[in-house]
């Protein structure tokens, strides 16, 4: 190469959207702590059948409120103990990660998409149909939201199917009023006015174009929503209008062992620890998602 050759200088490539969000992400400690320990929750409901040491419905008659295996008078058969009827209180929390994660999951698939529904029509439909669906919501967040639930669940019947709908009526107000707003935000912008004049129709804009330019608070919002619907099935079992005996669902099982909370302090402890722990991972994991697709939290 002569001394007169200019020389080319390769810039690096900007990294893409979801690296960029993973790499703000990954900086945050609790964030990746919080997925983590969602993974593995996930990973032992999954494998349930394969992993729990016991069927959750199996009683053994001779092991009737063991200690947890490491402490004095427990069972090598039992890790964490057994409760009043000698089911094995692990394989129970086991099983239960699948209903809790499952209770979740459909709630907030069913919130999410008659929230953004909503939210979308009241974004582009200005005027009546805009105010009747707010001030349904407005009536909706006056009312607090457990005794609503509980209400629901009273009209519906006490089941676990029951008490998800009551979940997911009472969530819903968030979803339409985020949506509502972003809707709003979008609509104004540049890029959806000159679409309009090229002749787009009003579903193309709002699902293809407005829609995906507000997703990412209302994944935020779903992943916060998935730890209060957690929390909410579990009070809802603990009061009777949720899971019914036996199924092994943590809530319940809280409710079961009242009566042995001083003498039998492992009944109580490990289902409260289950859900303290999976609350405050899917938290975390929402905190760290907010800061990560916000830009103005960015640095």
Not at 11 to 23: A, T, V
Not at 202 to 217: E, I, W
Not at 288 to 299: E, M
Request: charged residues 15%; aromatic residues 8%.
């Amino acid at each position: 190469m002569s001394a007169t050759e200019p020389v080319v200088v390769e810039q690096e490539k900007p990294p893409g959207p979801w690296l960029e969000n993973w790499r703000h992400f990954a900086a945050n400690r609790g964030a990746l702590a919080g997925l983590a320990v969602i993974v593995v929750i996930t990973v032992l409901a999954l494998l349930a059948p394969w992993v729990a040491p016991h069927a959750p419905h199996e009683q053994f008659r001779d092991a009737l409120l063991l200690p947890p295996a490491w402490s004095a008078g427990g069972d090598a058969r039992f890790l964490l103990g057994t409760d009043d009827v000698g089911r094995d209180i692990l394989s129970r929390l086991l099983f239960g990660a699948r209903l809790s994660l499952l209770v979740g999951a459909i709630v907030v698939t069913l919130s999410l998409a008659v929230g953004i529904t909503l939210g979308l029509i009241a974004g582009f439909f200005r005027g009546t149909v805009e105010s009747l669906i707010m001030r349904l919501m407005d009536i909706l967040l006056a009312l607090p939201s457990l005794l609503l639930a509980i209400a629901i669940v009273a009209i519906l019947g006490p089941s676990l199917a029951n008490a998800m709908v009551a979940i997911a009526i009472v969530v819903l107000p968030h979803y339409v009023r985020l949506t509502r707003a972003a809707v709003i935000a979008e609509t104004s912008k540049d890029y959806v006015i000159a679409s309009e004049v090229a002749g787009a129709g009003l579903l193309r804009q709002m699902f293809v174009n407005v829609l995906p330019n507000c997703m990412a608070p209302l994944i935020v919002q779903a992943t916060l929503g998935f730890s209060s619907a957690i929390l909410d099935a579990a009070a809802l079992g603990f009061l009777g209008l949720g899971a019914q005996p036996p199924t092994p669902e943590w809530g319940t099982m809280l409710a079961d062992a009242r009566q042995f909370i001083q003498r039998a302090w492992w009944v109580v402890t490990f289902p409260g620890v289950a859900i303290l722990v999976t609350v405050l991972a899917f938290n975390l994991m929402g905190d760290g998602l907010r800061d990560a697709l916000d830009p103005k939290l960015k640095r």
